[in-house]
């Protein structure tokens, strides 16, 4: 089945510094989601991008559609405290509409 | 405008007990995601549904769960003689169909989750 493997697994950042994580599947994505996901809580939903080459941002947030359609990275920039959580790259199945799959997820903690 | 709904929040059964999972979709919303996420893992698919037809259940295992979303209330997430193997947080999440179909880019909103322990 497709896998997504996002790298790295968990990272620690001081406030103020830029964040750069990466997504990568064994096979094509026509749609890529970034979400994140606060302790006990479910995943809210960051960029969507929909077309390769794609570059899109939403605040500090950008994220960009590998051109080869088998990678995804999002970067954020001058990190504060409320961006500590995991943050999953996810895309739907091959020719299906509904179900996605989730990648391994990055955990980002940041220190004061 | 209330989000997708879970309840409960945390759920705790002992081994062999039934786990019964229930979620409200956000208003106007008429599909509906279940979804398992293990300690330190994402979010496995396994069932989709809409209005009283399940339309994918390939992530279901194939023994004790079941899943039904009926023309009136919530939709459920059924775990019958639960096993330690069980514990997880399992997520809903809802989306509206596009104009006439389900679109690739249909977002799906999650609920906060079911946490379920079992002893």
């Known amino acids: 089945g497709q896998q997504l493997n996002q790298s790295p697994q968990s990272m620690f950042i001081q406030e103020g510094e830029d964040v750069s994580m990466n997504c990568t599947s064994s096979s094509i994505f026509n749609t890529w989601l970034w979400y994140k996901q606060d302790p006990g809580e479910g995943p809210v939903l960051l960029i969507a991008l929909y077309k390769a080459g794609e570059l899109t941002s939403n605040g500090r947030l950008t994220a960009q559609f590998g051109i080869t359609r088998k990678d995804s990275f999002l970067n954020i920039s001058a990190s504060i405290p409320s961006d500590v959580g995991i943050y999953f790259c996810a895309g739907p199945y091959t020719g299906t509409a509904s179900k996605l799959t989730f990648g391994t997820g990055t955990r980002l903690q940041v220190t004061l | 405008n209330a989000g997708v709904m879970q309840n409960p929040r945390h759920l705790v059964r002992r081994r062999g007990q039934e786990a019964r999972l229930r979620c409200s979709p956000m208003?106007?919303?008429?599909?509906v995601y279940w979804y398992r996420q293990l300690p330190e893992e994402g979010l496995k698919f396994m069932v989709y549904l809409q209005k009283e037809n399940i339309i994918d259940e390939s992530g279901m295992p194939k023994e004790r769960f079941s899943a039904e979303f009926p023309k009136e209330g919530p939709s459920i997430l059924r775990i019958q003689q639960v096993v330690r193997g069980d514990s997880a947080a399992y997520f809903c999440?809802?989306?509206?169909?596009?104009?006439?179909?389900?679109?690739?880019?249909?977002?799906?909103?999650f609920g906060p989750g079911t946490r379920l322990t079992v002893l």
């Open positions: 999440a809802s989306s509206s169909p596009g104009q006439g179909a389900v679109l690739i880019t249909d977002t799906q909103y």
């Open positions: 208003k106007g919303h008429s599909h």
